[in-house]
């Protein structure tokens, strides 16, 4: 197993291909790596896919923490948003990740 750290780096590493990408998400998830997942949630530039896969596999951990925290952090409603109003118009989805995490 890779360590959290390298994991990260596979995520954000655009030369690395997205099935590759998808699995460290998914290891991280394992490794209970909430910091790294937060960190993938909140990386500006990173696709979007790999965002919302990082913040569900926050909540397959239940970390609540890093869920809270990403809740009460204002300056990511406006990237999630302005995300959510772009998939809007092509009719891939209703709600933003932000508000599934306040629920």
């Known amino acids: 197993m890779s360590s959290p750290r ?11 291909p997205r099935g590759t990408r ?3 998400i998914d290891e991280l998830a394992e490794e209970r790596a909430t910091t790294q997942l937060r960190l993938v949630v909140v990386t500006s530039g990173l ?4 965002r919302r896969q990082a913040l569900n596999a926050l909540s ?7 869920l809270d925290k990403l809740a009460n952090d204002t300056s990511l409603a406006p ?3 302005n995300g959510h109003k772009k998939r809007s ?3 891939l ?4 990740p932000i508000r599934i995490c306040r629920r």
């Open 89 to 91: 118009r092509h009719g």
């Open 6 to 16: 390298s994991l990260f780096q596979t995520v954000v590493d655009k030369n690395v």
């Open 93 to 96: 989805g209703t709600a933003s």
């Open 47 to 50: 696709d979007g896919r790999y």
């Open 79 to 81: 990237r999630f948003e």
């Open 60 to 66: 397959r951990c239940r970390a609540t923490d890093a």
């Open 22 to 24: 998808e699995d460290a």
